[in-house]
């Protein structure tokens, strides 16, 4: 299975994907905001990462995306939607990161959407959510720009998040 844009190809993610992966997780700028601490992350997690997120393609048919840019060939990002557990409770939550080299050059706009339409057409899916630091301005604006709609500001892992969310009558179908 894959998607593609203008700029970029998606396939779904690989255990061997995570020297890509290394790439967001391993640089101190993009993992500011997507760590707890802030902090890289070492390189058995993005080991395990990767491993996982294969594994939930593999069993829930959908997951985050490897994505790759069309004029170069190299990794440039992951997205997509997965089943997490937030406080206890399952939810569909979209994910997504962008390998700094890649930054400010809208393609979380161009990949938010996509990533979004593939799995409310192909599951019965009632709800996304998708959330972010209060001071990530740019990932709010990538979350709204998909049809996230903001719901409130809250805590998440000791920290101040902005939380939005998609119903399906909200999604109201693939955008042209």
């Given at each position: 299975?894959?998607l593609?844009t203008?700029?970029?190809?998606?396939?779904p993610?690989?255990?061997d994907?995570?020297?890509?992966?290394r790439?967001?997780?391993?640089?101190a700028?993009?993992?500011?905001t997507?760590?707890?601490?802030?902090k890289?992350?070492?390189?058995?997690k993005?080991?395990?990462?990767?491993?996982?997120?294969?594994?939930h393609?593999?069993?829930?048919?959908?997951?985050?995306?490897?994505?790759?840019?069309?004029?170069?060939?190299?990794?440039?990002?992951y997205?997509?939607?997965?089943?997490?557990?937030?406080?206890?409770?399952?939810i569909?939550?979209?994910?997504?990161?962008?390998?700094?080299?890649f930054?400010?050059?809208g393609?979380?706009?161009e990949?938010?959407?996509?990533?979004?339409?593939?799995?409310?057409?192909r599951?019965?899916?009632e709800?996304?959510?998708?959330?972010?630091?209060?001071?990530?301005?740019?990932?709010?604006?990538?979350?709204?720009?998909?049809?996230?709609?903001f719901?409130?500001?809250?805590?998440?892992?000791?920290?101040?998040?902005?939380?939005?969310k998609?119903?399906r009558?909200q999604?109201?179908?693939?955008?042209?």
């Open positions: 299975m894959e593609e203008e700029r970029m190809v998606f396939r993610f690989q255990p994907d995570w020297q890509d992966l790439l967001i997780q391993a640089d700028r993009a993992t500011d997507l760590s707890a601490d802030g890289p992350f070492p390189e058995d993005s080991r395990v990462a990767a491993r996982n997120w294969a594994a393609w593999d069993i829930n048919g959908f997951g985050l995306w490897h994505i790759t840019d069309k004029q170069t060939g190299r990794f440039c990002a997205a997509g939607l997965r089943l997490v557990l937030f406080y206890g409770k399952p569909v939550e979209m994910a997504y990161a962008v390998v700094p080299e930054w400010k050059q393609r979380g706009h990949f938010a959407r996509p990533c979004v339409d593939d799995v409310f057409a599951l019965d899916l709800e996304a959510w998708c959330f972010t630091l209060v001071r990530n301005i740019a990932s709010q604006k990538v979350m709204q720009g998909a049809g996230f709609v719901t409130h500001h809250g805590d998440h892992v000791g920290l101040p998040h902005f939380f939005c998609m119903t009558e999604w109201g179908g693939p955008r042209a």
